[in-house]
């Protein structure tokens, strides 16, 4: 049996993405926890921004909010958010953003406004926060969450964020703006965008996860990779700093 | 001059009736001492404009202060979702709610244009996204050098904007350190300005760092003495963001008559702050307090 | 990572013949080292931009570097004219200097658009004014929010902007006090950026205080240190403006041979900045060394 | 005799005229003496703004140039110039721009850029600066020069900073802009803008000078006000202020 949970796995593999980045640009929730442990692991240089106005933190502990006042002290750099919104964002100093989502279509496009109508939602969501903007400026962008039927949904009820549209080139036609979502981690397996169709695929499982099991919880015919590899497990050390320094009370690891 | 008064002098002289008011501060220095006087002076009609509505939104929206929100992210930061403004929006409970949504750059942008008086702010986001579908104030213009449209927003221009800042003197001139959001661009581009602050400072210490002064008195109407005036959000170096009133807030908010006996019990019941910093007792102050971690200083040099 | 190097290295490595270059800084913090050490390895075909050309630009175009000056106001600040620029524009002496000027609202709206990578930037300026006339890139966009016509300039993007700070770490996170002119905004909208530091610090005299950041070493390609850098502009808390080396260019630079004699000993004479402050002498520096006035500290807290 | 010079008369009558004055925008130069002045008299609570980025300056020397040391240490506030320019000048926070002029017509236009043809100047003036901003956001403006047929000409060789164009209410067909100028100190008298020619008139005399004098040094027929008043020469302390605390050198008194 497995010593680790799935969002453990997640989490871990989520981080690894970051290996070889310089400048992250870190959403609420799921991301802030994998930014942190890749910046404890595999990216001791990583910068983490934030849209609060903070270049180069170095948390001292799991901030719950993004404008924590632990991201502040001994950072780098604190500025008003237009300076971070358009001297590092818009600019494109940002290398990755780094998203969480409500409902993600097979392009990538995500929806965290409203579930149902726009103007008599079922359920009303926070909306874009910098989501729209991370989505559209970042060099490229990492999305994070966990598989359901009610998130990868065939259709989106609203466009929050751009992914790749339609597929094809529809984003490249956008403009002037950063590709748009290469890689999303989830809490069964990793799924990389078609080079091409730039259409979601399944390119490795975590262990003791099948594409059945991936494919129950996604409201379309699922794409997989020829080669599928196989998630290596949480180590140790990554077990570690989630648990005892990161997310003690496990309200993310759940 | 001296601009110093209390905080129910201040909402009563400076908030009306109908009003758009935005009580700024970006996760840090949110004003909701001010929230609590305004919810406590049953002031009705509001506009509220945040970024972020938080808890004092929810709280504010709650009462009925509230008609119409011009927003970013709706949401309990890191907690999940603000539980009374969904029951207006999503049940009209108390009171339908009029949403205007952007994206935080949209809102920055606004800001930006209000502040600087100019009759709108480029910002290149929103294409490929449904928002300008719901939002017709986004607009696009032309880009007289040849390249791609870019989309506009208008200014914002609060009636009230209420700052909340760790150290201000006697006339206004505000100093802030840790996350600055969008404070100043929301001071400058109201029309009435209160600033509350953790400290009333002699002048000369502002005098002695200029570059941290965010606010001139210059723009400043009405300056509030309020310590613990941001809990449960912080002031950097004075005390941390309350966790744990975050967290218990998502049950609290849940139910409207939950919510409304925390009203009573924390708003209504209550004179003002320094009856609400009493009653939740010292055991909170500590557990908030952070430890040091000094700045240094650096010298600005005497020129005679 | 280390990025700390010597003037020499720097200029060489980075300047490129035909280059758009700015030494930024507002009268304060004006990076005469860079400036010089340009002349000395005779770099040809510039574009220089600032705000204020200042002496270090008329000592550039004497000494040939330049083909073309985009700037907002052409003087020796508080003295009166910049007589080797007035040379190359009235009579192309040592050679014809294409001007693009604007007001320094203009070059304002300009930098910024260039940090914030927009096509344009919008200024309430220029109406009613002979300046569009003669400067084709300033232009017009439509308010689509009905307001009347707004007039634009086109972002200004250096190949490599130099900007001289009080202090910076080896990464070239760099901190400025006093004023920070267009400094943030030149850096970040260049391709290649020079740090000039009048002290390396420890990267944790840095965090101590990150409301002073004002260029992360994220867009920083070398870090070099350069006591007195700035003479005669100043580093503030540093030295002071040295008003007689200003009021003394008036006449040196009136006279294009003074001019080739002031340059021979003070640029081509010298290997760098430190014979140049050995040679001024301690008088000097005697002279302009201010007294003190320290900022105070504030508390970030420490947050675990 | 007068035991005061011309340029004296001239810097103190200026700094009156910002008696009730809460927020002045200092030009270089002249200007620059005269509100220094005004703040150790008669406006002890008038704000200096310095287009370097300087609010609420209290300056213990005279500043050379606008961006001196002198004027941040014990200054209110410094911030960076794209702030200065949006949030105070032309979000319309400034009462008065003071400005100093090579050219001056009529209409209170300001030349600081070329005599002669653009493209092939006689002279090349130092340009806009902030002038041309100063002209048309601030709410009003002041204007200091010693009288000369040089500068008080007929026609301008270049329009750097608009005043009140070709008179009546073409400056107010501008659109949202300040009211441009209204008054106009010299070394010989004061003028003040007519308030429906928006003509430069001669209102107030210095004194022992002369309308012929003054009519002398002006390029066009004078206006002069039905009432000619005369200015009150510089008191004992204004004299004082200027020859011991601003400019013991001489250099704008002589």
Redesign the interface.
């Known amino acids: 049996m497995k010593d680790y949970t799935a969002s453990e796995m997640m989490i871990a593999a989520s981080a690894r993405e970051l290996a070889d980045v310089r400048v992250v640009f870190v959403g609420i929730g799921l991301p802030n926890v994998a930014c942190n442990l890749a910046q404890r692991t595999v990216a001791p240089h990583l910068e983490l921004v934030y849209e609060a106005g903070v270049y180069g933190a170095r948390p001292g502990r799991l901030p719950l909010s993004i404008g924590d006042p632990c991201l502040v002290t001994g950072a780098t750099s604190v500025v008003p958010m237009p300076h971070l919104f358009q001297y590092y964002l818009q600019a494109g100093r940002i290398d990755v953003g780094f998203l969480g989502v409500a409902q993600i279509d097979r392009y990538g496009n995500l929806n965290t406004t409203v579930i149902g109508p726009y103007q008599q939602p079922k359920v009303r969501l926070p909306g874009s926060g910098g989501g729209c903007d991370i989505a559209l400026l970042a060099r490229r962008v990492l999305v994070i969450t966990r598989l359901s039927r009610r998130t990868f949904v065939e259709q989106l009820d609203f466009v929050t964020s751009p992914g790749h549209l339609t597929g094809g080139d529809a984003r490249g036609r956008l403009g002037d703006y950063g590709q748009g979502p290469t890689v999303l981690i989830t809490d069964m397996g990793i799924f990389r965008f078609d080079a091409e169709t730039r259409e979601m695929t399944l390119t490795s499982l975590h262990p003791e996860c099948t594409v059945a099991g991936v494919q129950e919880q996604v409201g379309w015919e699922l794409r997989v990779a020829e080669e599928l590899a196989t998630t290596g497990p949480p180590t140790a050390e990554e077990l570690r700093i989630m648990r005892e320094e990161l997310d003690p009370g496990g309200r993310h690891r759940k | 001059m001296s601009k110093v008064t209390t905080m129910r002098d201040a909402i009563a002289d400076l908030v009306r009736d109908g009003d758009c008011v935005a009580i700024e501060g970006?996760?840090?220095l949110i004003c909701f001492a001010a929230g609590h006087e305004i919810i406590r002076q049953r002031k009705r009609g509001l506009t509220l404009c945040r970024?972020?509505p938080d808890l004092i939104y929810d709280q504010m929206i709650a009462a009925g202060c509230a008609r119409k929100l011009v927003?970013?992210?709706?949401?309990n930061?890191?907690?999940g979702?603000l539980h009374a403004?969904?029951r207006a929006?999503?049940k009209g409970v108390p009171a339908p709610l009029e949403l205007e949504?952007?994206?935080?750059?949209g809102m920055?942008g606004r800001l930006?244009a209000g502040?600087?008086?100019?009759?709108?702010?480029?910002?290149?986001?929103?294409?490929?996204?449904?928002?300008p579908a719901?939002n017709r104030r986004i607009?696009?213009?032309?880009?007289?050098?040849g390249?791609?449209p870019?989309h506009?927003v208008?200014p914002l221009n609060p009636d009230l904007t209420v700052i909340h800042v760790?150290r201000a003197d006697r006339d206004g001139?505000a100093q802030v350190?840790?996350?600055?959001?969008?404070?100043?661009?929301a001071a400058?581009a109201a029309a009435r300005v209160i600033v509350v602050a953790e400290e009333i400072v002699d002048e000369g210490?502002?005098?002695?760092?200029?570059?941290?002064?965010?606010i001139?008195?210059?723009?400043v109407d009405a300056v509030v003495p309020e310590s613990y005036g941001a809990h449960p959000s912080?002031a950097?170096?004075?005390y941390?963001?309350d966790?744990e009133a975050?967290l218990a807030w998502d049950s609290i908010s849940r139910d409207q008559a939950a919510l409304g006996a925390w009203l009573d019990e924390w708003v209504y019941g209550l004179s003002g702050r320094a009856e609400y910093v009493e009653k939740m007792g010292p055991s909170v102050w500590q557990r908030l307090e952070?430890?040091?971690?000094?700045?240094?200083?650096?010298?600005?040099?005497?020129?005679?």
Chains 1, 4 share one sequence.
Request: cysteine-free.
């Open positions: 970006f996760t840090h970024l972020t927003f970013s992210y709706l949401g930061p890191g907690v979702s403004v969904r929006v999503e949504e952007y994206s935080h750059f920055v930006v502040a600087a008086r100019l009759p709108f702010y480029p910002v290149r986001t929103f294409t490929g996204s449904d928002l719901v607009k696009q213009v032309e880009d007289p050098y390249g791609e870019v506009v208008p760790q001139n350190w840790g996350l600055p959001g969008m404070q100043a661009e400058f210490v502002i005098r002695a760092d200029p570059n941290r002064t965010v001139p008195g210059l723009i912080y950097q170096g004075y941390d963001r966790t975050y952070p430890g040091e971690a000094w700045s240094g200083q650096v010298n600005y040099g005497l020129y005679r």
